[in-house]
């Protein structure tokens, strides 16, 4: 079990590296007008976007073994694990929107502004810091 803790908690600091860095790029992407800076940055978030959803795979897989297998947060008592199921499941949203955002980037369709970017940025810091704070606290 202690393998598989250990595993699911570097697969999420890694998706959430990448759910850091992307958008950054989108900031930059909303900042430029060189069509050949555009085309780069677009090419590294497409990549970066397909890497961090393997990596959010393989953390939610993992998650769902300490879960189910292990019976980690299972039962009465364990209200921390609900609320940071709520966590994860706003996680997996914010990493779609990313997604569609890449898209209407590369269809050139970006409305919002590098400040928007900028801000959007920091949603996924308050997610692991909520899911931390339940995993580790266990306030409910």
Not at 1 to 15: G, R, T
Not at 101 to 112: A, M, T, V
Request: charged share 15%.
């Amino acid at each position: 079990m202690l393998w598989i803790k250990a595993l699911h908690i570097v697969f999420v600091a890694s998706w959430f590296a990448g759910l850091f860095y992307l958008p950054r790029i989108f900031v930059n992407l909303a900042q430029i007008d060189d069509a050949a800076t555009k085309t780069v940055l677009l090419g590294m978030a497409r990549r970066l976007l397909r890497f961090t959803t393997l990596l959010a795979v393989v953390a939610v897989v993992l998650g769902l073994w300490l879960y189910l297998i292990y019976g980690i947060g299972r039962g009465p008592g364990n209200g921390w694990m609900h609320a940071k199921l709520a966590v994860v499941l706003l996680t997996i949203g914010y990493h779609h929107g990313c997604g569609v955002l890449l898209r209407k980037f590369e269809r050139g369709q970006n409305q919002r502004s590098h400040t928007f970017y900028r801000w959007f940025n920091e949603i996924p810091v308050l997610f692991l810091l909520a899911a931390t704070i339940l995993v580790v606290v266990k306030p409910f």
